[in-house]
């Protein structure tokens, strides 16, 4: 007993400045990314928060951990436009809404974030499993209907102003904005690998093993996740930009 | 008599450290990867950072030990960049692997390494990390990695040249016995540099 409140208290300390955890229970899952040294991917049971890390939330943590602030944090672990929209290093501003999720965050800051809150960020895996599911179904990804709504947010000009968190209906998990929102970061998003591999030089069958083999998709169909891939792939961890958040698992 | 010497000036440079690894040694530079306050462990067994090497121009790259295809090749492509420097040139430059299979890579598997390859370890180190710092070291260096069911790594493989105060000047993913003739000249210029 004593050790279970122990588990929960974290979890409800954190609960009350956020929108709160998600238990997901986890299982095989297919994800729509090819690897070549599985089928299923195994998800452990871990809780999401329900909504993606806001610029307030951020604010808070800026304000506990002084390096990261902007222009304090190292330029190694965030680029120049590193909280770029915010009106002054702890100041929001008109460009920051309290409740919008926080954007122009590195993969480190948003790792530290989660690190401090005694959480961790979700592995790709976790991310694409529980981003799988619709209002009413864990796994929608066949259905046409569904993926067409997540493309036509794909397809939306990204100058707009960014709408607040937990506007969209939650899944079927009672996780909000995985689609439809702002891209997010993955605690392994450097494993994701597309177009970028060794395979090109010297002995093929030795590269296999040790050199980067591209991912490839396994569900051509899944254009969302595809570009996901493709976007995380693309980045370095220091870099940031004006629709990439995050939110963090335990 | 030389030993004499050589006691006296050790005893001077003890007396002396203090003094410069506080009041003269200039902040770390912002974009140094040795930001990273991350404790790890040497081939000896030794608790280090990577900021210990904060000094010396180093070649940096990410391997595991018991990989056995590319990673050899990392090394070998440090050994062949060795080979194009002067004597003068290679005690100044150090060269540092450290390891994205912590779980694995004890001090142990890492000095085996080191002694199978016959590295010199007045000047290449090889390191373990936390397993919690891993990506974080892979993102300041710019290498992706991802680990396969069988215990084997996927990785994107880079030699990454760092100035004496640890930022990034130089890279080559070119892995072979025949080094990027551009890398080269990048360690030398950052070499000749005081």
């Known amino acids: 007993m004593a050790a279970l409140s122990l588990l929960l208290l974290p979890v409800l300390a954190i609960a009350a400045s956020t ?56 330029a190694v672990f965030a680029e120049a436009r590193y909280l770029q929209h915010w009106a002054g290093p702890t100041t929001l501003g008109p460009k920051a809404l309290p409740n919008q999720p ?73 996780v909000r904005d995985l689609h439809g929102l702002v891209w997010e970061w993955t605690g392994d998003a450097g494993s994701l690998l597309v177009d970028v591999d060794n395979r090109k030089q010297g002995d093929v069958d030795k590269a296999k093993f040790c050199g980067a083999g591209a991912l490839s998709m396994g569900d051509r169909d899944n254009y969302a996740v595809l570009m996901r891939v493709a976007m995380l792939s693309s980045l370095e961890a220091g870099d940031v930009t004006a629709n990439l958040g995050f939110r963090c698992a335990i | 008599m030389g030993r004499l010497i050589t006691h006296f000036a050790l005893a001077l440079a003890l ?19 040795y930001q990273l306050d991350a404790r790890m462990t040497d081939q000896g067994g030794r608790t280090t950072t990577l900021a210990a090497r904060r000094g010396r ?111 990034i000047l130089a890279r080559t993913e070119k892995m072979s016995g025949t080094p990027d003739p551009e890398f080269v000249s990048a360690v030398r210029k950052a070499l000749a540099a005081r």
């Open chain 2, 15 to 33: 007396l002396l450290s203090p003094l410069a690894g506080t009041a003269q040694t200039p902040p770390l530079p912002s974009d140094s990867i």
């Open chain 1, 19 to 74: 929108g709160g955890w998600v238990r997901l229970p986890g299982g095989n899952f297919r994800s729509a990314l090819k690897y070549e040294d599985r089928n299923l991917v195994r998800v452990t049971p871990f809780q999401l928060m329900e909504t993606a890390v806001t610029n307030v939330d951020f604010l808070a943590f800026v304000k506990r951990h002084p390096d990261w602030r902007r222009g304090k944090a190292p």
């Open chain 2, 57 to 167: 121009v180093q070649l940096v790259s990410m391997f595991y030990t018991s990989c056995r295809y590319i990673c050899p090749l990392i090394i070998d492509s440090g050994l062949a960049i060795e080979k194009q420097l002067t004597p003068a040139e290679k005690t100044r430059l150090g060269v540092t692997l450290v390891s994205m299979d912590p779980k694995r890579d004890g001090a142990d598997a890492l000095m085996r390494v080191a002694s199978r390859r016959k590295l010199d370890l007045t000047r290449w180190t090889l390191l373990a990390p936390k397993p919690g710092d891993v990506r974080t070291i892979a993102g300041m260096l710019g290498i992706r990695y991802r680990e396969l069911a069988d215990g084997e790594f996927n990785h994107t493989s880079a030699l990454v040249l760092l100035d004496a105060q640890g930022r």
């Open chain 1, 102 to 174: 926080v954007v122009n965050v590195s993969w480190f800051a948003a790792d530290a974030y989660c690190k401090a809150q005694g959480a961790r960020l979700p592995t790709w895996n976790e991310w694409e499993y529980a981003a799988a599911a619709d209002e009413t179904r864990t796994d929608a990804r066949k259905d046409p209907v569904w993926r067409e709504r997540i493309l036509g947010w794909y397809a939306r000009p990204s100058k707009a102003a960014l709408p607040r968190v937990g506007l969209q209906a939650a899944n079927a998990y009672g």
